[in-house]
């Protein structure tokens, strides 16, 4: 595969086929040389000019992060790209347009890959619950295996939810496939009340020439109902129409509303943000199966695709985050300014149906980035750090971010970590697509480098190594006790 790739969205199986589910136990991967961790300094971090931006693969940080571990993406996997991540216990799971992995993790500085599973169909968007694990399938294949090809969207293609037992970490088992109308780019995890059924929330959009089933406008999502002790009886149980008046209508340079990308649900509160190409909504989700939208807002000026949303603890604001230019453009410089293919920090006040969001900022990393270098803000979650908003994020080649949005008004980074260009000479697709925090560490999924496994040593997120989650699905956002 070529390494330069066009955008995330148009990324899908990149014409590999498979020849079945084969699962690879491989030895562990040797972790890279780790870095001394600085004394960790308060001081805000500066910005960064075009003379010093790092070289060819250079990693520069601010003093407060060190990288911890390394563990190339291994073969079969490799003649493809990195996409999601999902934690459970001593374990991370690793999406792949090719199929997923599997590390143990009980020793950050030395995680071991357990086995990887080849199973094509772009772009495996991963969440994991008890002894299942779910991958989305978003390109139309020749049918529901393993095995299957990309073929030309028809009546017979199929496209959705693959669901596998993974109870054997070393062995994991394809049980059940569920097909949903134009196929899942990405899907949440929702737990019921009852622990014997989990919902999951299927994301997509596009138009309907490109995904098997989908009717224009695709404004809907699917809802898929788990047995977690029977998941061969799943089932698409309701199909809500989001966007009744068809949502936003677009604008030169920003996204019409034809599904949403991602929605991230806060189940303690019964809430979830759902990022829908033109438009940002928030949602009343107590009733699993028929989720409402109770507040809808628009950036027309600054906004072009709403792609990915976060909670703060406390449930009163909302990070939204703009993919200009799809994640394969070069938009972190001053050509296209701090506001752009930024964060947007929302306060939610309110109570019941009357609960609105209303923009307080943007924020984008202040450092500018090569033009050789596809840099926007992707994929992240809060550090659980007592009385503080902290988040850490991804931001493709413009590498991890970790930022305060204790006042919306001012957000500030506080940490980077970064690997200069994969190319001085042409935009070439790469860096980091999710970067989360988990029981004390940072784990990112580098598209082309595999996963880094990082440490932030400063007081300020000090408290977030006393929270342990047993198991954490980005999209589906914990509350945690500081302590």
Known sequence: ????????????????????????????????????????????????????????????????????????????????????????????FVGNYNGFQIHDIARPERPKLVSQVLCPGSQNDISVHGDLLFLSTDSPRSDDSCASDRVNPDQTAWEGIKIFDISDKTAPRYVKSVQTACGSHTHTLVPSRAR???????????????????????????????????????????????????????????????????????????????????????LDIADREAPRVINRVRDTENFAFWHSATFNNAGTKVVFVDELGGGGAATCNATVGPNRGANAVYDLSGKGDARKLTFRSYFKIPRANADTENCVAHNGSLLPVKGRDIMVQSWYQGGISVWDFTDSTKPKEIGYWERGPLSDSELTFGGTWSAYYYNGYIYSSDTIKGLDILEINDPRTASAKLTRFQEFNPQTQPSYRSR
């Open 1 to 92: 595969m070529s390494r330069a790739l066009p955008p995330p969205r148009h990324l899908r199986t990149l014409g590999l086929a498979a020849t079945g589910l084969l699962l690879i136990g491989l030895a562990p991967a040797a972790p890279s040389a780790a870095q001394t961790a600085p004394v960790a300094d308060p001081a805000p971090v500066s910005a960064q000019s075009p003379a010093t931006i790092p070289g060819v693969d250079e990693i520069v940080s601010s003093p407060n992060m060190r990288l911890v571990a390394n563990t190339p993406i291994g073969e079969p996997l490799n003649t493809s790209v990195n996409s999601d991540l999902a934690f459970q216990g001593r374990y991370v």
């Open 196 to 282: 014997n059924t989990v919902y999951l929330y299927v994301s997509s959009y596009g138009p309907s020439d490109t995904y098997v089933g989908c009717s224009r406008p695709h404004d809907s999502i699917s809802i898929i109902k788990v047995p977690v002790k029977n998941p061969t009886a799943s089932s698409v149980v309701a199909v809500p129409n989001l966007f009744p008046d068809g949502g936003y209508e677009g604008r030169p340079g920003g996204s019409a509303t034809s599904g949403c990308h991602d929605i991230t649900v806060y189940p303690e509160k019964d809430l979830a943000a759902g990022a829908c190409m033109g438009d940002g909504i928030l």
